[in-house]
């Protein structure tokens, strides 16, 4: 069973930067991809990036040129690094993984960024 700890999440200023940490308690080398999703109050849960083993990335097209995703194989953990923060980005945000011979997503608990205007 893997598990997913998030962190770096808070109260920040419309314009802010804060950095999300999504530390794995295996070896990230083993996770076909890697993600971030989000989920604002009253809304589904949405893709926010995702990275890939061999380090492609994708992003959604609301956070595209503001929030970069990144890996630290070293350290197992995953980061999501979020500029020019909007009050719009407001939103619990999950780190899930993909690891598995039969594929398994795994989540973690969620870390809140709430931002004010």
């Known amino acids: 069973q893997v598990q997913l700890v998030e962190s770096g999440g808070g109260l920040v200023q419309a314009g802010g930067s804060l950095r999300l940490s999504c530390a794995a308690s295996?070896?990230?080398?083993?996770?076909?991809?890697m993600g971030w999703y989000r989920q604002a109050p009253g809304k589904q849960r949405e893709l926010v990036a995702t990275i890939t083993s061999g380090g492609s990335t994708n992003y959604a097209d609301s956070v595209k040129g503001r929030f970069t995703i990144s890996r630290d194989n070293a350290n197992n953990t995953m980061y999501l690094e979020m500029n020019n923060l909007k009050p719009e980005d407001t939103a619990v945000y999950y780190c899930?993984?993909?690891?598995?011979?039969?594929?398994?997503?795994?989540w973690g608990q969620g870390t809140r960024v709430t931002v004010s205007s």
């Open positions: 899930n993984a993909l690891m598995g011979f039969i594929p398994t997503l795994y």
């Open positions: 295996e070896n990230i080398n083993k996770m076909r991809a």
